[in-house]
């Protein structure tokens, strides 16, 4: 055992709260893994980079680009993978996609908005130029919506649920686009090597042990994490509408394999980035992925 345990940084999101949930339970070893809880991942990036924290809970386009700021770090896990909870709402007169020309689009400028902006744009056969994109945070949505300053809005909940209740509807989300918008626990490449390998696997079960007791007792987990996320037990079950959480199986399919999805999924969003000027270049990919910390136990034939 180190002399000192693994930290990893962890903000508050719906698709991290297991690790907590195993925490609560007694599940996860605090002699190995300390969770440092902060306000968001821009925190996580800052702790990596300063060197105060062995790893984080980011999503992906926030690996890449921890990477491309020289922290070295590898993807050991996925959280969680979109699947519906990031949306285009648009407004009732826009009834497909290709209604979309010359109309104003909502997104958040960060890598998920570019990447679903990207996807929407692809499947109305349209190009940036043909339409009028107005850079807003997430917070600021709703209040442009109702202001009539944009007629879609690129989000996720609980901002979709507000548009969708002042008269949105949905035109597009993250089930069109599979295994593309996900949530990953990346390491620094030096904790990685003995003696830290063993606390990062204790983390890793600890993780899929709470999957498990969420799947089988969700009104136990949802009760403990309803504090946490300031919802109430419902309204965390509803939450992860949108989600999936994959166990060690899925892991494992995800992050094996001669073409793992995961690096398919790294490199086209590694272009994407370097296309809306979030990367100056193409990430290289050594090292991204760490598959030999999952369970073996539990690895798919």
Same mark, same amino acid.
């Given at each position: /055992?180190?002399?000192?345990?693994?930290?990893?940084?962890?903000?508050?999101?719906?698709?991290?709260?297991?690790?907590?949930?195993?925490?609560?339970?007694?599940? +996860?070893?605090?002699?190995?893994?300390?969770?440092?809880?902060?306000?968001?991942?821009?925190?996580?990036?800052?702790?990596?980079?300063?060197?105060?924290? &062995?790893?984080?809970?980011?999503?992906?386009?926030?690996?890449?680009?921890?990477?491309?700021?020289?922290?070295?770090?590898?993807?050991?896990?996925?959280?969680?993978?979109?699947?519906?909870?990031? /949306?285009?709402?648009?407004?009732?007169?826009?009834?497909?996609?290709?209604?979309?020309?010359?109309?104003?689009?909502?997104?958040?400028?960060?890598?998920?908005?570019?990447?679903?902006? &990207?996807?929407? +744009?692809?499947?109305?056969?349209?190009?940036?130029?043909?339409?009028?994109?107005?850079?807003?945070?997430?917070?600021?949505?709703?209040?442009?919506?109702?202001?009539?300053?944009?007629?879609?809005?690129?989000?996720?909940?609980?901002?979709?649920?507000?548009?969708?209740?002042?008269?949105?509807?949905?035109?597009?989300?993250?089930?069109?686009?599979?295994?593309?918008?996900?949530?990953?626990?990346?390491?620094?490449?030096?904790?990685?090597?003995?003696?830290?390998?063993?606390?990062?696997?204790?983390?890793?079960?600890?993780?899929?042990?709470?999957?498990?007791?969420?799947?089988?007792?969700?009104?136990?987990?949802?009760?403990?994490?309803?504090?946490?996320?300031?919802?109430?037990?419902?309204?965390?079950?509803?939450?992860?509408?949108?989600?999936?959480?994959?166990?060690?199986?899925?892991?494992?399919?995800?992050?094996?394999?001669?073409?793992?999805?995961?690096?398919?999924?790294?490199?086209?969003?590694?272009?994407?980035?370097?296309?809306?000027?979030?990367?100056?270049? &193409? &990430?290289?990919?050594?090292?991204?992925?760490?598959?030999?910390?999952?369970?073996?136990?539990?690895?798919?034939?």
């Amino acid at each position: /055992m180190a002399d000192k345990p693994v930290s990893i940084a962890v903000s508050v999101w719906i698709g991290y709260e297991p690790i907590l949930l195993a925490r609560s339970k007694g599940w +996860l070893d605090e002699r190995q893994v300390h969770l440092v809880e902060v306000a968001s991942a821009t925190d996580c990036l800052k702790l990596l980079a300063e060197g105060k924290v &062995d790893g984080a809970a980011l999503t992906l386009d926030e690996a890449l680009i921890g990477r491309a700021r020289g922290i070295p770090l590898s993807i050991v896990m996925i959280f969680d993978v979109s699947t519906g909870a990031d /949306m285009l709402i648009a407004r009732l007169g826009i009834k497909q996609l290709n209604d979309l020309k010359g109309r104003r689009i909502g997104y958040e400028p960060g890598a998920v908005g570019a990447l679903m902006l &990207d996807q929407v +744009l692809r499947a109305a056969g349209l190009k940036k130029e043909d339409v009028k994109l107005v850079a807003l945070a997430i917070d600021k949505q709703h209040d442009a919506w109702t202001h009539d300053k944009v007629d879609a809005a690129i989000n996720y909940e609980p901002v979709a649920s507000q548009l969708l209740a002042s008269g949105g509807h949905k035109l597009f989300d993250s089930r069109q686009i599979p295994n593309t918008i996900l949530d990953v626990l990346a390491i620094r490449g030096e904790i990685l090597d003995h003696p830290h390998a063993s606390a990062i696997r204790q983390l890793i079960s600890a993780h899929f042990r709470a999957i498990g007791h969420l799947n089988r007792n969700p009104q136990d987990a949802a009760y403990r994490m309803a504090t946490h996320l300031g919802l109430s037990p419902a309204n965390v079950l509803s939450a992860f509408k949108g989600l999936v959480l994959p166990d060690a199986v899925n892991n494992y399919r995800l992050m094996t394999g001669p073409s793992p999805e995961l690096l398919r999924t790294a490199r086209k969003l590694s272009e994407i980035m370097v296309k809306n000027e979030l990367l100056k270049q &193409d &990430d290289t990919m050594i090292s991204l992925i760490r598959a030999d910390f999952l369970p073996t136990d539990f690895q798919a034939n």
